[in-house]
């Protein structure tokens, strides 16, 4: 029983380069999820999708984009990463609308922007 | 969605009960009270939601009261493994999106 997967858990980056952090869930959830958390601090929803085909800014969209590749799976990209992105990112799923009993949490990546 | 007032930290002995508070005061009659907590460096774990009656499961109670504008989250005989930064958010139930805004939390620090 994986629950959400988050790949890669750790990342360094140079400043201007791009990537892309990868999320699977295999629960069937209908949405999902990219929080963003820096040290002592709350988490911030950067983007999220509430069903396969949609997607919508959260708190802090600005500087990434994501992709809902199809049910299981939602990126999320860094086109120029900048140092204020060293954070450490979670992916999260549930089962949408109607019904919620709670997020699932990936286990997180933690990037850091030289 | 209705905003949240939590402790920044609370200390609590091990084996002894764990009351960890939340005020809402602004909250609104389709918004329910869900919490979460986050263990160092893990992903946040859902723990328990109530919209006015008050819940129970195998981790923890969660006490409403009766205006709705606070709540209590009880873990009945707290172990150093529950130390953890305790979350209490309120939203709507449904709709489009069950996007979830977390605060700051509250530290708990269970001692031996």
């Known amino acids: 029983n994986a629950g959400v997967t988050q790949t890669p858990k750790f990342q360094v980056l140079k400043t201007g380069q791009s990537m892309t952090l990868q999320c699977a869930q295999d629960m069937n959830h209908n949405s999902m999820y990219w929080y963003r958390q820096d040290p002592g601090m709350g988490l911030r929803l950067i983007y999220y999708?509430?069903?396969?085909?949609?997607?919508d800014k959260g708190e802090v969209p600005n500087g990434y984009n994501v992709s809902r590749l199809n049910k299981r799976e939602f990126s999320l990209r860094l086109e120029s990463a900048a140092p204020s992105q060293t954070s450490v990112y979670f992916c999260?799923?549930?089962?949408?609308?109607?019904?919620?009993?709670?997020?699932?949490f990936g286990s997180g990546t933690r990037l850091t922007v030289v | 969605d209705a905003k949240t007032t939590q402790p920044t930290s609370m200390d609590c002995a091990e084996g002894r009960a764990a009351n960890l508070p939340c005020n809402h005061s602004?909250?609104?009659?389709?918004?329910?009270v869900y919490w979460y907590r986050q263990i160092h460096s893990q992903g946040p774990q859902y723990i328990i939601h109530g919209l006015k009656n008050n819940e129970t499961n195998e981790m923890a109670s969660l006490i409403i009261t009766e205006d709705r504008k606070s709540s209590t989250l009880i873990l009945p005989h707290a172990t150093l493994r529950d130390t953890a930064v305790y979350y209490c958010i309120v939203r709507v139930r449904g709709g489009a999106t069950n996007k979830l805004i977390f605060g700051t939390g509250t530290l708990l620090a269970v001692q031996p």
């Open positions: 999708s509430a069903s396969e085909g949609t997607t």
């Open positions: 602004t909250i609104s009659g389709n918004e329910y």
């Open positions: 999260a799923s549930s089962e949408g609308t109607g019904r919620f009993y709670g997020y699932t």
